[in-house]
Structure formats: structure tokens, C-alpha cells
């Protein structure tokens, strides 16, 4: 049995980048996954691979910040495959560039529309479809720009992303007595169509804020996609974790850290929570990780 089996996702953004790797892992784990985004000819590509593969899928093209939309890709699930289990609100775009003086109130308001609301009415109508199925898994794209380092230009790229934050901490606490996990992830740099980094210059810049020294591929952001929503090797009480952006180093004798909000259903209905610091030292290479501690 494969991690997905039997279970139905949403995936927004799903033309190109992390939406689109995501939406081939879910279904080669065995789920049916609705994907959305503006452009029809990218998603009845995806579609098609995704068919080749032997997984199952359907495109509904749209505008994440239209709320018939949000509705409709629910109600497409529920009609075609019976209920939703996952939803990854993965659409999002850099928005408008420069500083806070440059930037026009109509290009915030589209970055927040594109990145903030359209989480939001997302949530609205999946939620009540993962409950009516006994639960499910919410996940939300966010990033580590704004909250582990600053950079310039990305005013309201950051507020939107950081709202999604927010958004999931609360949701959580909401909805998690109730079965349905809600998780953000916050990748730091990665090589796709809408990443901002196109020289090798600003490459190199963003490389070089990673532990690593290099970005991430899409395909890494989708296993960790993988690993949030509940499998059948997962029990009640696992632990879901989103990590809130290891991103940053300070030199060869750096500090690298990355805080982490548990959130665990308890067999007998109870919600608590938890923040884990995970803390490294890294000295040349060498990369140190203890173990983390639980602070209630």
C-alpha cells in the first residue's frame, strides 16, 4: 500500500515548481488529486503524466483569489472522488518589487489577495469537507523570507507569506481536536519558474544564506509535503512538525537554527503544543544536530 492510498488532495499551483512536483508525489502515493491553477494547457499536461504513471487526476484551471473557485475545487473532489483528505494551498507569486515607498497599494493588495487570501478562502471550504471525512491534512506554502532573514524589495511578499504563519497556528488550534492537522511549510531558496534569483550573481547570494550552500529542487519540497498528511503508517498520536525556516548562517563558525511548532492529537481528543528548537554549530563542513528540546 502506498502512503496515499485511498486519499483525495487538492494541490494549488500545481502548473509548474513545487505544486507541480507535489501533485506527481501524491499521485505515486496513491492519491487523486485535483490540481489547480490559471493556465488549463499546463495542467492537462500534468494530467496526462501524471495518467501515463498510472495515477489518477483532474484539472479545474482558475484564480486562487476568486472565492467560486476556492469552493469549486472542493465541491470537484467531493463529486468526482467522494471527499478531500489533503489540501496543499500551494499558489503564491513574488508580487510587485521595491521598496515600501515604490510600492503601489494595488500591487500590495494583489500579492496579499494572491498569497493571503487565497489560503484563506481555500481553508474556508476544506475544512468542512475534511471534517465531514473523520479529518485530513491542511498545508500551507510560506517562506523563509520575512521571518528568518529580510530582503530588500519583497515588502509584501514577506507580510503575505508571514500572515500564512498566523493563519496555520490559529487554524490548528481550532481544528486539530477535530482531526484535521494543519501545517505550514517554509522552504528556503528554490530553483523554480517563479524564483526571483535569475543571475548568477543573485544565485550565488541566495546559496550562500543556506547551511548547504546551495537551493532546493522542487522535488525536495514535496517529500516534505509527503511527510505531513496522515498515512497509514502514522497513529493518532504522531506528531506534525513545520519548520519555520533553517535557513540562515553566519560564517564558518556560524549558529544555524530552525524553531518548530508540534502539534499532537492526543487518543483521547486533547490538543497541545509544543516548540522545538532544534540548534546547530557547524564548523567547516561538519554539521552538528542534537537532539531537540521540548518546551511546553
Known amino acids: ?45 500534468l494530467v496526462a503524466e501524471i495518467a501515463d504513471a498510472d495515477g489518477t487526476a483532474v484539472a479545474l484551471a482558475g484564480d486562487v483569489r476568486d472565492e467560486a473557485y476556492a469552493k469549486a475545487l472542493v ?34 493588495r494583489e500579492t496579499l489577495d494572491t498569497n493571503l487570501t487565497s489560503a484563506f478562502l481555500g481553508a474556508k471550504y476544506q475544512v468542512p469537507a475534511m471534517i465531514e ?68 550573481e543573485s544565485r550565488a547570494f541566495v546559496e550562500g ?4 550552500k546551495r537551493v532546493a529542487v522542487p522535488e525536495e519540497i514535496a517529500r516534505s509535503a509527503l511527510y505531513l498528511p496522515p498515512t497509514p503508517r502514522a497513529s493518532p498520536q504522531e506528531r506534525r512538525c513545520w519548520p519555520m525556516a533553517a535557513c540562515r548562517s553566519t560564517g564558518r563558525d556560524g549558529f544555524f537554527a530552525a524553531k518548530m511548532h508540534v502539534h499532537s492529537r492526543k487518543a483521547d481528543g486533547r490538543s497541545c503544543f509544543f516548540a522545538a528548537i532544534w540548534r546547530c554549530r557547524f564548523l567547516s563542513k561538519r554539521v552538528f544536530l542534537p537532539k531537540p528540546v521540548l518546551q511546553t
Open 209 to 212: 544564506l543556506h547551511a548547504l
Open 75 to 108: 465541491d470537484l473532489a467531493v463529486e468526482k472522488f467522494g471527499g478531500l483528505d489533503i489540501a496543499f494551498n500551494n499558489a503564491g507569486a513574488v508580487g510587485q518589487m521595491g521598496s515600501i515607498s515604490e510600492l503601489s497599494l494595488e500591487g500590495w
Open 133 to 200: 471525512r473523520g479529518g485530513g491534512s491542511l498545508i500551507f506554502t510560506s517562506t523563509f523570507v520575512g521571518h528568518t532573514i529580510g530582503m530588500p524589495g519583497m515588502t509584501s511578499y514577506a507580510a503575505s507569506k508571514a500572515g500564512l504563519i498566523g493563519l496555520t497556528q490559529v487554524l490548528a488550534v481550532e481544528y486539530g481536536p477535530k482531526g484535521v492537522r494543519v501545517n505550514a511549510l517554509l522552504p528556503g531558496g528554490t530553483d523554480t519558474p517563479a524564483a526571483t534569483f535569475k543571475t548568477p
Open 1 to 45: 500500500m502506498f502512503a496515499l492510498t485511498n486519499k483525495v488532495a487538492i494541490v494549488t499551483g500545481a502548473s509548474s515548481g513545487i505544486g507541480r512536483a507535489t501533485a506527481k508525489l501524491f499521485a505515486e502515493e496513491g492519491a487523486k488529486v485535483i490540481v489547480a491553477a490559471r493556465r488549463q494547457a499546463e495542467l492537462d499536461a
